[in-house]
């Protein structure tokens, strides 16, 4: 059984991680009560935990899927193939395959998705960008605000070409160190990759209105002339 790390405990979103291939780490979470994490509480788990904790300076996977479909494009879909049939999945790649799609499967990822058609999003767009508006929505600017206040300028967008049959790959959120780039480019499922999972607690939602994020407390010190003190106070708040 994949060992559990639970790295953030209740106080907004709620977060654990398995070091495992993608079918027994989703397993093990789910087990614990964890769904695999999307994109957008991704971002606002970077965000509540600062650009240096683990959960910032590691990637993991995410829920999303990337779908690539001949002569129709590589589409980002919120309901990605791969985490209703993870085993099927996670086996193709052990054979160095690839998880092809059925025309249904296709349709019913396409009806929720966003065509990426770029290399990079610069973060001072991201409230702008479709993709990153569809990818992190109503956290999108703050996320992009995050990401620059970071030292990143944009955000890269790996992708692998497209093949004669439809197919699908996971979405990987890559770490800060790395531009936490849109990685839908990985055959990898079978190795022991990052599957985080989140699950937000009875006091963690009763909280959540009051939860600030370590880069708007900076904000908010530095407007009252008090910069300086944020990683002081963030600590306390955290105890």
């Not at 600030?212 to 990683?231: D, H, V």
């Amino acid at each position: 059984m994949a060992q559990i790390n639970v790295d953030i405990k209740p106080r907004g979103i709620a977060s654990a991680y398995v070091e495992a291939p993608f079918d027994e780490g989703k397993e093990a979470l789910a087990e614990q009560g964890y769904k695999i994490i999307s994109l957008e509480e991704n971002a606002k788990l970077r965000m509540q935990e600062g650009k240096d904790t683990y959960v910032s300076r590691n990637g993991n996977w995410v829920k999303e899927g990337v779908i690539y479909v001949l002569n129709k494009g590589i589409f980002l879909a919120k309901n990605s193939p791969i985490m209703a049939d993870a085993k099927k999945a996670t086996d193709c790649h052990r054979k160095n395959q690839e998880f092809y799609l059925t025309n249904e499967q296709v349709e019913q990822a396409l009806a929720d998705s966003v065509e990426l058609n770029v290399e990079s999003i610069p973060t001072n767009r991201f409230a702008d960008d479709k993709i990153t508006v569809y990818a992190f929505g109503d956290s999108a600017k703050e996320y992009g605000e995050f990401l620059k206040e970071a030292g990143i300028n944009e955000m890269p967008v790996y992708l692998a070409n497209i093949g004669e049959k439809p197919f699908a790959r996971q979405m990987w959120l890559g770490d800060l160190g790395n531009w936490s780039g849109l990685s839908g480019d990985g055959r990898y499922l079978d190795c022991s990759g990052r599957v985080r999972g989140v699950r937000e607690s009875a006091e963690g939602a009763a909280k959540n209105f009051e939860a600030y994020t370590p880069a708007q407390i900076a904000k908010a010190l530095k407007s009252k002339g008090l910069s300086g003190i944020e990683n002081i106070l963030t600590e306390a708040l955290r105890q």
